[in-house]
């Protein structure tokens, strides 16, 4: 539950409707506002944290990384004017014109914000395009701290990119393999990525293909001329899927 100090700094007018619960969690009399508050406190906490280390005098040798495991919540199965938990993705423009929520291999569900601050080291106020996600967290961190990375693991260190020294590191494929939802797998290839859904479903959705240095709302789908790509996709998931008795996803082909 958010706490009133964060509440009442947003408009009671915000929120005509009440959250009854419909799509599961807790009901909110004032489901915008809770959001928003749930994310200022949150804002706040880390803030306090940011204080504490400069306190201690040991900001300059820690390195803070914010992000998030998902896209926003998903809409919700008992009504459609909310999506889980209660929250107004419209109102806010959660996704920002990505499309799918969180439980999606479309970027909706798994392209997310990620902020670092290590003074001294990451350029303030530098952005990146280099696409990382949490298999790289390991090496990456490793080298942060000058010690050896785990021996399995097929993940990227992006320290150099971090830390702006005009590296970029070769990327390898990004693989996604979701058993929820219908079954779901996907792979990033350059700008381009492979995706298909439903695959524990009867009959298994089409392959689909996208461009993300064009198309970042996955409108166009090029499977039909990208087929190619789509070999690529295939020959990769062999490589990289394991057999997963508990969670299975039957990807064609593979």
């Known amino acids: 539950m958010p706490e009133k100090e964060y509440l009442?700094?947003?408009?009671?007018?915000?929120?005509?409707d009440a959250y009854r619960g419909e799509n599961g969690y807790t009901p909110q009399t004032r489901p915008r506002a809770a959001y928003a508050a749930m994310i200022t406190g949150l804002d706040a906490y880390v803030g306090k944290i940011m204080a504490k280390l400069d306190e201690?005098?040991?900001?300059?040798?820690?390195?803070?990384?914010?992000?998030?495991?998902?896209?926003?919540?998903?809409?919700?199965?008992n009504s459609k004017?909310?999506?889980?938990?209660?929250?107004?993705?419209?109102?806010?423009n959660s996704t920002a014109g990505l499309r799918g929520f969180k439980g999606s291999v479309y970027e909706g569900g798994i392209r997310i914000p990620c902020v670092m601050r290590w003074p001294g080291k990451i350029p303030a106020g530098a952005t990146t395009d280099f696409p990382t996600y949490f298999p790289d967290y390991a090496p990456t961190l490793c080298a942060a701290a000058d010690i050896e990375k785990p021996a399995r693991g097929d993940g990227v260190n992006f320290l150099p990119v971090m830390?702006?020294?005009?590296v970029r590191p070769e990327r390898n494929p990004m693989v996604w393999v979701f058993p929820e939802y219908g079954?779901?797998?996907a792979v990033r290839v350059g700008e381009y990525k492979v995706l298909r859904r439903n695959l524990n479903k009867k009959q298994p959705g089409d392959w689909e293909?996208?461009?993300?240095?064009?198309?970042?709302?996955?409108?166009?789908?090029?499977?039909s001329t990208r087929a190619n790509l789509v070999k690529k996709a295939v020959e990769i998931f062999k490589k990289e899927?394991?057999?997963?008795?508990?969670?299975?996803?039957?990807?064609?082909g593979v």
């Open 209 to 223: 293909v996208y461009n993300l240095a064009n198309d970042i709302g996955e409108k166009e789908n090029l499977a």
């Open 183 to 185: 079954g779901q797998a």
């Open 81 to 92: 004017r909310w999506n889980t938990g209660g929250v107004d993705a419209d109102f806010f």
């Open 8 to 16: 009442d700094r947003y408009p009671e007018n915000w929120d005509a």
């Open 163 to 166: 830390l702006d020294k005009g």
């Open 241 to 252: 899927k394991r057999p997963n008795a508990i969670f299975p996803v039957n990807i064609p």
């Open 56 to 77: 201690l005098g040991i900001a300059d040798n820690t390195l803070i990384i914010f992000t998030s495991d998902n896209g926003t919540t998903l809409p919700g199965r």
